[in-house]
């Protein structure tokens, strides 16, 4: 003791440095949750653990003791006092006499014990050695080094960077005591931990609980060893972390250290699996992230690797991923927590969520805002983003069936298709005893997936009437429930945002084949009327997607545009959705504008155009040309997106050359017309995949364009290509065929190379 005061005395006159460092310090709150469990150590009344206060000789001996396998030795109101400045009336007393009683902690010269002095580093770590069993005879006699080096070997110091003569603060405390927890007693194969029947594991990852997986009990968490037990304060940000694991009695989760390189992980919020890219949220933006198919993943309760788990993953679940280097070494999943999803109504329908000022807003994947949401729109929040995204698809038919049965409806039978329910609102009005019943019109609120969220009568202010176009009528037999059938007619439209919808009607209407119809609801039965014009204001003018302006209306950014390709009612049918980005530059007409409507906000949100862009149709190039114009009859042979065709007529002669490309409405096999289309000869300079250029002209390239390479051979023979493969070959010889000009919605639709 002598020798440790003189060298006392020397080290308070040389400048101390203690350093924990930014990668030990990422998760005390899992130390402190351990030692405070363990009564080794606690925050004050108000739950504060002040990290940064220092510790007194008192305090630490009390913890050292309560650490110890004595801890159940200490006996309150004693009647001795272990030191002149420790009386029995002082707080430590009874800590302070197990611990010189059991050789852990001695006093001064002077018989003093300086309770209320700083514990200096190299007096904490000696103290802890002779907890797990050591002695002066372990330490050598080169005080403290040899106490400093055999806690480094022990590794008892990792996390703390301590320089002898320093006074410890809580934080490096509680440090110094949870890496002795884990360290085996002197000569025995037991952690110190296992005094509470406790171990402290290295290495465990927590992946996922019942949220992940139903068949994980709700108190329990699946980990790298297994299930354990947890209690009610889990933290299920801790899943995906690999770290330390406090384990009581073998299956209890008491507590959990992630490691620093664990902590430092990535966290994302998943948006959609693409082919080659796993669309993610990190910091409030949308992000690409590279994920190869061999990587390992955690989900639930299984070890697999992404190829065998991404058709699985969901729009906001939570992944981890855990990088080495920069390369990914493991992802494990978790299910978000997403909510909703919720009916947007005229107020206050996002009161029990979270939203503010910054929540960003996407509808149908188009930037919005929270007041621009329209009622019926089905909404989520996902509260890790600070995102809500909502969802406007509707559809309208008769309710013909429930399954498995109506008093237990998992999916339900709509107008001759079959959609599952989300949400339990859905389902009580489906349900037997529910407002809906067999054979009533009813219009379904869908959800992120196409599920069900909500049920609606067609009667509701925001869907008294449909515009589409019409596909077929007639008369066909429907079911209604269970057993019941009936004969009725019938009515299948596509509407502007490109689904399709079957309605019973009242009479035939096989006059309104391949019209624009506005179907309105009375009582549950569908009216539907030919739609003329529905502004007393025609709509023309050319689009700019820049400014979002069609002449001087405004085109919103999500608008709902139907572009069919015949209004004769003796032609098949054929229509397609596009976007608005597609119509930039084009001029539209009057008379291409069949149908258009606002929204509430006073853009234009539905568009159903006449053969505007022509993408409904299919392209390709006519091949060879056998023809009697004399006897009205002809051999054609043609491909259409790499398959040849042969088409034989009599009574008629098709105005087709061999060579050309051409346009087929109807069935390749069968169409129900040819049209050529206009050629590109020498001169023509692929810019990029998107656009060419003929004679200082820019002419856009279809995203679907069939480009063939033709052999020099008398009897030509036509290889589909891909049009990289024309990109990299500046000594082809090129041709090009398109439908009409750039500004009335035409592009390149066949490309011959030779």
């Given at each position: 003791m002598r020798k440790f005061f003189?060298?006392?005395?020397?080290?308070?006159?040389?400048?101390?440095?203690?350093?924990?460092?930014?990668?030990?310090?990422?998760?005390?709150?899992?130390?402190?949750?351990?030692?405070?469990?363990?009564?080794?150590?606690?925050?004050?009344?108000?739950?504060?653990?002040?990290?940064?206060?220092?510790v007194t000789r008192a305090e630490f001996t009390k913890a050292a003791v309560a650490a110890s396998s004595f801890k159940n030795s200490v006996a309150t109101h004693l009647s001795v006092s272990p030191f002149g400045d420790v009386t029995y009336r002082h707080w430590a007393a009874p800590y302070v006499r197990v611990g010189v009683s059991n050789g852990l902690v001695s006093g001064y010269p002077d018989a003093t014990f300086r309770p209320d002095e700083p514990v200096l580093f190299e007096e904490g770590i000696t103290i802890l050695l002779r907890v797990l069993g050591y002695n002066d005879s372990d330490f050598g006699a080169s005080w403290p080094y040899g106490q400093i080096g055999l806690a480094n070997n022990l590794e008892i110091t990792d996390g703390v960077s301590c320089t002898a003569g320093t006074a410890l603060n809580r934080r490096q405390v509680a440090q110094l005591i949870y890496q002795a927890l884990g360290t085996k007693t002197k000569g025995q194969n037991a952690q110190l931990a296992s005094v509470f029947d406790v171990t402290i594991s290295r290495d465990v990852t927590l992946i996922s609980d019942s949220k992940d997986d139903p068949s994980i009990p709700s108190d329990e968490v699946y980990t790298s060893q297994g299930s354990l037990k947890t209690t009610a304060s889990f933290d299920r940000n801790l899943l995906g972390l690999r770290g330390d694991a406090a384990i009581k009695n073998g299956n209890k989760l008491l507590a959990f250290v992630p490691d620093?390189?664990?902590?430092?992980?990535?966290?994302?919020?998943?948006?959609?699996?693409?082919?080659?890219?796993?669309?993610?949220?990190?910091?409030?933006?949308?992000?690409?992230?590279?994920?190869?198919?061999?990587?390992?993943?955690?989900?639930?309760?299984?070890?697999?690797?992404?190829?065998?788990?991404?058709?699985?993953?969901?729009?906001?679940?939570?992944?981890?991923?855990?990088?080495?280097?920069?390369?990914?070494?493991?992802?494990?999943?978790?299910?978000?927590?997403?909510?909703?999803?919720?009916?947007?109504?005229?107020?206050?329908?996002?009161?029990?969520?979270?939203?503010?000022?910054s929540t960003k807003v996407l509808r149908n994947g188009q930037s919005s805002s929270l007041s621009a949401l329209e009622p019926y729109d089905v909404a989520y929040f996902m509260p890790d983003m600070n995102l809500v995204l909502s969802y406007s698809d509707k559809v309208t038919g008769v309710y013909e069936n429930a399954s498995p049965n109506k008093d237990m409806p998992q999916s339900v039978t709509v107008s001759g298709k079959e959609y599952t329910i989300e949400s339990g609102n859905a389902f009580t009005a489906l349900t037997s005893g529910g407002a809906f019943d067999f054979g009533d019109s009813v219009t379904l609120l869908l959800g992120k997936t196409g599920q069900i969220a909500g049920v609606i009568s067609p009667n509701a202010t925001a869907t008294k009437s449909l515009t589409g176009y019409v596909l077929s009528t007639g008369r066909?037999?429907?079911?209604?429930?269970?057993?019941?059938?009936?004969?009725?007619?019938?009515?299948?439209?596509?509407?502007?945002?490109?689904?399709?919808s079957e309605y019973t009607t009242d009479k035939n209407l096989s006059s309104y084949q391949n019209k624009v119809v506005k179907v309105t609801f009375q009582n549950g039965n569908a009216k539907v009327t030919l739609v003329t014009?529905?502004?007393?204001?025609?709509?023309?003018?050319?689009?700019?997607?820049?400014?979002?302006?069609?002449?001087?209306?405004?085109?919103?950014?999500?608008a709902q545009i139907l572009d069919i390709g015949t209004v004769n009612a003796?032609?098949?049918?054929?229509?397609?959705?596009?976007?608005?980005?597609?119509?930039?530059?084009?001029?539209?007409?009057?008379?291409?504008?069949?149908?258009?409507?606002?929204?509430?906000?006073?853009?234009?949100?539905?568009?159903?155009?006449?053969?505007?862009?022509?993408?409904?149709?299919?392209?390709?190039?006519?091949?060879?040309?056998?023809?009697?114009?004399?006897?009205?009859t002809g051999s054609y042979t043609y491909i259409i997106d790499g398959q040849?065709?042969?088409?034989?007529?009599?009574?008629r002669v098709l105005n087709v050359a061999a060579g050309s490309g051409i346009r087929i409405s109807g069935s390749p096999s069968n169409p129900e017309s040819f049209q050529?289309?206009?050629?590109?000869?020498?001169?023509?300079?692929?810019?990029?995949?998107?656009?060419?250029?003929?004679k200082n002209k820019t002419y856009p390239i279809s995203p679907n364009v069939a480009v063939y390479q033709r052999s020099n051979a008398y009897?030509?023979?036509?290889?589909?290509?891909?049009i990289a493969d024309v990109l990299s070959d500046d000594s082809l010889q090129i041709s090009a065929y398109y439908d009409q000009s750039p500004s009335a919605g035409g592009q390149i639709r066949v490309i011959v190379v030779y």
């Open positions: 003189a060298v006392f005395l020397c080290l308070c006159m040389l400048s101390s440095v203690c350093i924990v460092p930014v990668s030990a310090q990422e998760d005390m709150a899992g130390i402190f949750t351990l030692l405070n469990t363990l009564n080794i150590m606690t925050g004050d009344p108000d739950g504060n653990l002040r990290l940064d206060d220092t620093a390189e664990s902590a430092d992980s990535e966290q994302y919020i998943l948006y959609s699996v693409l082919p080659n890219a796993v669309m993610v949220y990190k910091n409030g933006a949308l992000t690409a992230l590279s994920v190869a198919d061999s990587t390992t993943v955690y989900k639930g309760k299984s070890q697999s690797n992404f190829a065998a788990v991404k058709s699985s993953l969901e729009l906001g679940d939570v992944l981890r991923v855990k990088r080495s280097g920069n390369n990914i070494d493991y992802i494990t999943c978790q299910a978000g927590n997403m909510q909703g999803p919720t009916i947007v109504s005229a107020s206050e329908w996002d009161s029990s969520w979270a939203t503010n000022s066909k037999e429907y079911q209604s429930g269970a057993v019941n059938t009936y004969t009725g007619y019938y009515i299948k439209l596509a509407f502007p945002d490109g689904t399709t014009n529905n502004d007393s204001k025609k709509l023309s003018g050319t689009y700019n997607h820049s400014t979002g302006k069609l002449g001087s209306y405004t085109l919103a950014p999500d003796s032609s098949p049918s054929v229509y397609c959705k596009i976007f608005p980005q597609r119509l930039d530059g084009v001029t539209l007409s009057t008379n291409q504008v069949l149908y258009w409507e606002k929204n509430s906000q006073g853009a234009i949100n539905k568009l159903i155009l006449k053969d505007v862009t022509g993408d409904e149709f299919s392209y390709g190039l006519m091949t060879a040309v056998s023809q009697n114009r004399q006897e009205l040849f065709y042969q088409l034989n007529t009599s009574n050529s289309l206009t050629e590109l000869g020498s001169g023509i300079r692929l810019e990029s995949a998107s656009a060419l250029t003929y009897a030509a023979e036509y290889v589909k290509i891909p």
